[in-house]
C-alpha cells in the first residue's frame, strides 16, 4: 500500500497553511516578543501592549512569541492566532503555569515550529512525581513541526478542528482523544500518554479522519488502550506499546481496531502487550508485519526527522540541581535548549587558582552572544595557565535519558587576548571529531592534543569588545556524529602577577536530531509456496528507505540458516514494489523447508522477516488440509492444497462447543500457514479455513 497523504488531507493541509497567512497578516493587534520574560511583563513585548493577560485571546489577536514566555494567568481561550515560531533565531518556549486550561477554539490557530509547548504534567518537569493539572482541547487549526509538546491531563479534539503534526514529540499526563469530526494528519510523530496513571489514560480515535506517518504511540496508564473506530484511516504506524517505559508495567487494555473502521490499509510494523488475547484488531484493517515485540526502545521519545540543522539556545539562566554554585561539582541544567532536548551542565574542576565569577552571563551587560553559553572567569592570581573544565551533556526533555545527536557542532567564539594575556578553548568532542577555522588568515592557532581534543589559543594578543560574531579569524569549530555530550576547558595564559576577568563564549552552531530508529524496508507481505519442483519466494514493500539489499536464507531446522540469495531493492521508494525468487535447489531435499528474509540497510543495519515454511511431497489436489505437529503444543502449521495458495483465505479455531477462539486473516497465502496456539487451554479444537466458498476442517489436539 502506498503510504502517501491522501488528496482530501493535501488540500486540507493547503487549506490550513492559507489560512494562516491570513490570521499573521492583515490585522494591527499584533504582539510580539523581544526578550526572555514574563507573559504580564511590558518589557517582553512589542508591537502592542501585553497580551491579555486573562488569556481570553480575541479574534484578530496574533502573538507571536520567539523567545521564552511564561504564563501564569487565568486560562487560556485562544479565538486568534499564536505563533511560536522563530526563524533562524533562539528555539522559542511557552511555558504554562499549573492548573491552566488552554482551549483553541474554532477558527483559532495555533502554529508552532521548532519550539516548545509545555504545562509539566509534573511539578519540577520530569516523568514522576507530585501531578499538574491542565487541559488541552482543541477546536480550531493546530500545526505543529519539530516541537516538543507537554500537557499534565488530556488533549480532546472537537468537532471541525484540524491537526497536523510533524515530527513532534507529544507528552501527555492523561489521554489523547479524538471524538469529533475532525481531520488530523500525524507525521513522524510519538505520543506518550497516561503517565499520571489517573483519568482517561487512552489514545482513543472515535471519530475522525486521520493519516498517519511513521506514528509512535506509549500507553502508559495501568488500564489505557490504543483504539481507532469509528472514523477513516490510512498510513503506517510504526510501534505501540501498552507498556510504560518507566516502571515497566503492562497496561491492561488493548489494542483495539474496529470492524467499523473505514479504511484501505492501516500498515502496522510492531505492537508490545503482555496479554496477546488483547491484540483485536478487525480482519482486513491492517496490514504489515505486526510483530509482538516489546523490546524497542523508542520512548521516551525524541523527535525522529528534524529536516534540516537546529541550534542550541543557552539565553536562559541555568538552574542549579545539586552541589554549590560556582563550585567543583555544581551540576545545573539548561530546559529546553532544544526542541525536546534538556542540557546538564557539570563543573568539573578548577585548575591552578581559577575562579568562576559567573556561570553564564545572559544580562548582555557585557556585550556577549546571549544565545551562547557564557561563563565569565578570572585568572589565577600567579602568571601561567588556569582554566575551568565544563561538560555538558543532551538530555530527552523532562528525562534523565542521553540522546545522542546525528551531527553536533560547536564553535569557539571571541579567542583574544592581550600582550600579557591569551584566551584559550578546548574541546573534547569525541573520536572522529573534525577542527575547522571560520577564516582563512585566522589570529588562533589549534592543536591537536589527543583523539577528539582539540585548543585553541589567542596568538595575536588584541582584545575585542564584548564578543564580536563577525571576527572571524578568532574563531573555531569542532564537528562530529553521534553526539551525546562533549567537555570544555576554558582558561588563559598569563604573564604577569594578579587575576584577570574573562568573557568566553561557546556556540551550539548547528546539530541534527538523530534519525528515526525504523525498518530499512516496510515488508507488506512475504509468501513461500511449493510449485514443482521450485519453491516460489514472493514478497511486498511499501516503503524503502536508506535500503540496500534483501538477503534470502533457508533451514531445514528452522533454526540454523543459510544464504540462498541476494535481492537488491530499490534504496529510496513510497510505492509499493513486489520482489520473487524461485528456489530451485530442492532436488534430493525432504520434509520442511523454511525460509526468511534478511533485510539490510544502507549503514549495515538490519532486521529480519517472519519465517516461513513449505513441505516437500506430494502436493494437495483436494481441499483436505494437513496439519503438523499435531498434537501441538505452541506453533500449530497448516499446509494448504495447491489451489488455495496465493489467496486470501481465513483461519479459524474453535473449541469442542463450537464456540471461535482465535482467527487470521491472510490476504496472499503460503503454502504453509502457522498460527500460535500457546495462549489456548489443552482439549480438542477445530481448525477451519475458508478460501471463498470453500472450506476445509481438520481436528488437532493442543497440549
Known sequence: MKTSVPEFLTKRIQLIALAMLVFMSGFTQTYTTKANG??????????????????NITAGMTINIKHVVTYSGSNISNSGTINLSNPGGVSPRLIIANGVNFTNKSGAVLNLSGGEFRQYRFVGGGETGTLQTGKFTNGGTIAAINSFIEYPQSWTENAGANTVLNNCSVELGEGFNISGSSIDSLLYTSFSVGMHNSGNGDFAITNGTVYFKVLRVEVANSNGQ???????????????????????????????VASS???????????????????????????????????????????????GASRLNFSTDPVLISGTDRTVGAVYKYEGAAPGIDVILTLDSIVH??????????????????????????????????YAVFRFTYKISGTSTDIKLDTASITALDIDGTSGVHEFDQISLGTNSVPSFMASNPLITINNLGIGTFLGIDVSGITYNGVDTNSKKNMFTITNQKVSTFTATLGMVTTSIGSTQRLFSLYGKSFNYPKPVTLPVKLLDFTANYLKPNAALNWSTSQEHNFNYFMLERSVDGKNFSQIALVFGAGESDIKLNYSYNDKDLKGRGGVIY????????????????????RLGDEKTS????TFPNPVASDLRITLPSSWQNQHLQIDLYN??????????????????????????????????????ETAKQQIVKN
Open 38 to 55: 514574563a507573559w504580564s511583563s511590558a518589557s517582553t513585548w512589542v508591537g502592542g501592549l501585553i497580551p491579555p493577560i486573562n488569556g
Open 226 to 256: 490504543f483504539t481507532l473506530s469509528n472514523g477513516d484511516f490510512n498510513g503506517s504506524i510504526d510501534f505501540v506499546t501498552l507498556k510504560n517505559h518507566v516502571n515497566g508495567t503492562y497496561s491492561s487494555g488493548k489494542i483495539n
Open 353 to 386: 587558582g581559577a575562579k568562576v565569577d559567573v556561570v553564564d552571563d545572559n544580562t548582555g551587560a557585557n556585550g556577549g552572544f546571549i544565545e551562547a553559553f557564557q561563563p565569565i572567569i578570572s585568572s589565577g592570581p600567579v602568571p601561567g595557565t588556569s
Open 261 to 307: 473502521v473505514n479504511t484501505t490499509g492501516i500498515y502496522l510494523n510492531s505492537y508490545c502487550l503482555d496479554n496477546p488475547s488483547h491484540y483485536t484488531i478487525s480482519a482486513g484493517k491492517v496490514t504489515g508485519p505486526q510483530t509482538q515485540t516489546c523490546s524497542s526502545t523508542y520512548f521516551p521519545a525524541y523527535l525522529m526527522n528534524g529536516t
Open 656 to 693: 469442542v462447543s463450537g464456540q471461535l477462539v482465535k482467527g487470521m486473516d491472510v490476504a496472499n497465502s503460503s503454502q504453509t500457514e502457522s498460527i500460535s496456539v500457546a495462549s489456548l487451554q489443552k482439549g480438542i479444537y477445530f481448525v477451519e479455513v475458508k478460501n471463498g466458498a
Open 595 to 614: 525460509y526468511r528474509l534478511k533485510q539490510v540497510d544502507v549503514d549495515g543495519s538490519f532486521t529480519y522477516s517472519s519465517v516461513r515454511l513449505i
Open 623 to 626: 481441499i483436505n488440509l494437513t
